[in-house]
């Protein structure tokens, strides 16, 4: 499941991703929201009440931007035949080029929950900003798959500005990461890590340098 707006242009490729992987999708149409930023909780909790509409024992909460290890494929069976309290986490790489990413600092420890059983939409709770998919009570185990999730938005360099200009502007008091979003386009230091052989996605990525999310500049302006 996953919802999409700026970056709808990327669902055909995410599909094609997700396709080997699961049994259907639900998506969230978020083009007409207003503002620059919709109401998250929203979106997800409307996801959650869909999958659960639609019979689904299990749920992989995605978006545009991300691609999963081909490998997913060969062992997602194997990750829903196990315990029903489990929530799989993915690490989460964050892409420097198509074919490298970060991994020094803070970089090489992000982790995302995004594998767990369907839940009654009603008991979703989440901040408006960095949310997890479920809320605490959830009794969900935190397992590592030890398999990786591909964020294809930070291989543009004005995306890694544009991203920290957006979550800065949401988020002015840190409230919501009290590690702020200044590091998100700071290169100093920066490790990459080429993605290893057998350890690929699919599709190959073409980037076509778009911002992939709202322009401050342009809302300033206007």
């Known amino acids: 499941m996953f919802s999409y707006r700026y970056d709808a242009h990327l669902v055909p490729d995410l599909l094609a991703n997700l396709d080997p992987i699961v049994d259907g999708w639900v998506a969230y149409d978020d ?8 109401d998250e909780p929203q979106r997800r909790r409307a996801l959650i009440a869909a999958a659960c509409d639609a ?3 299990w ?10 290890e081909n490998a997913v494929a060969g062992r997602i069976g194997q990750l829903t035949g196990g315990s029903r309290r489990n ?13 490298s990413y970060r991994v020094d600092g803070v970089w ?31 009794g969900f185990n935190l397992r590592d798959s030890g398999l990786n999730l591909y964020h294809l938005k930070m291989i543009e360099p004005k995306r890694r500005s544009a991203r ?8 002015p008091d840190r409230r919501m990461q009290p590690i702020g979003y200044d590091y998100l386009a700071d290169e100093s230091g920066a490790v990459l890590e080429a993605v290893p052989a057998g350890r690929e996605y699919f599709p190959v990525h073409s980037d076509d340098g778009g911002l992939w ?8 302006q206007g």
Do not use: C
């Open 213 to 220: 999310m709202a322009d401050l500049s342009v809302n300033e």
């Open 87 to 99: 929530a799989w986490g993915f690490r989460l790489r964050e892409m420097y080029t198509p074919a």
């Open 59 to 68: 749920v992989l909460a995605m978006d545009p931007d991300e691609r999963l």
């Open 55 to 57: 019979g689904a024992a």
């Open 108 to 138: 090489g420890l992000k982790m995302q929950h995004r594998l767990f059983r369907a839940y009654h939409p009603d008991r979703y709770r989440s901040p408006v900003l960095h949310g997890a998919w479920f809320p605490e009570d959830a």
């Open 31 to 38: 083009r007409a929201a207003d503002g620059i930023f919709s």
């Open 164 to 171: 920290r200009d957006l979550y800065n502007h949401l988020d």
